[in-house]
T-cell receptor, first 111, second 115 residues
């Protein structure tokens, strides 16, 4: 089945710095790439997504880039704040709607 | 709209007991799925359904059964619970798209401990 590799597993930054999380995949048929944020004890929540016909998408301090040729996509968070501290998951679709998730990145933003 | 509702929120079982985790959505979504979340393992897909009467296996289906008799409900059954099934279980739903993926709406999760 599809394999999604997510790196790094933990990331510690200072408030105001940028954070980048990268995911690589193998199935060239995947065409939907969302990112989810999960705070402790809460449900995963969608923060941004990108489709295969787009190379980059931004939403305020968050951006996602996609390189379909190299089969990787990345989450970029600029001007990080303490409230950005959470676990972030990349995902991609397999066989249409079914989502397969990476193992997660724990982001810690210290003030 | 309540969104995706999971019950119970917490449950403790003994090895060998059976249990059904309930999931209901009121958004008329055709696609529903179950994930389990374990530390360091991310969310792993157990089973999914593209509509009433249709289910399919995900990455880790062993030990779990599902059925989909209505659009709204997608229960997950553990027939004989094992300690390895201790986990947090999330149900999710979305509109169905057979070509492209759709944002998934997650429930609040069920925390299951098996002794």
């Amino acid at each position: 089945g599809e394999n999604v590799e997510q790196h790094p597993s933990t990331l510690s930054v200072q408030e105001g710095d940028s954070a980048v999380i990268k995911c690589t995949y193998s199935d060239s048929a995947s065409n939907y790439f969302p990112w989810y944020k999960q705070e402790l004890g809460k449900r995963p929540q969608l923060i941004i997504d990108i489709r295969s016909n787009v190379g980059e998408k931004k939403d305020q301090r968050i951006a996602v880039t996609l390189n379909k040729t190299a089969k990787h996509f990345s989450l970029h968070i600029t001007e990080t704040q303490p409230e950005d501290s959470a676990v972030y998951f990349c995902a991609l679709n397999q066989a249409g709607t079914a989502l397969i998730f990476g193992k997660g990145t724990t982001l810690s933003v210290s003030s | 709209n309540a969104g995706v509702t999971q019950t119970p929120k917490f449950q403790v079982l003994k090895t060998g007991q059976s249990m059904t985790l309930q999931c209901a959505q009121d958004m008329n979504h055709e696609y529903m799925s179950w994930y389990r979340q374990d530390p360091g393992m991310g969310l792993r897909l157990i089973h999914y359904s593209v509509g009433a009467g249709i289910t399919d296996q995900g990455e880790v289906p062993n030990g779990y059964n599902v059925s989909r008799s209505t659009t709204e409900d997608f229960p997950l059954r553990l027939l004989s619970a094992a300690p390895s099934q201790t986990s947090v279980y999330f149900c999710a739903s979305s509109p169905l798209d057979r070509v492209e993926g759709q944002p998934q709406h997650f429930g609040d999760g069920t925390r299951l401990s098996i002794l």
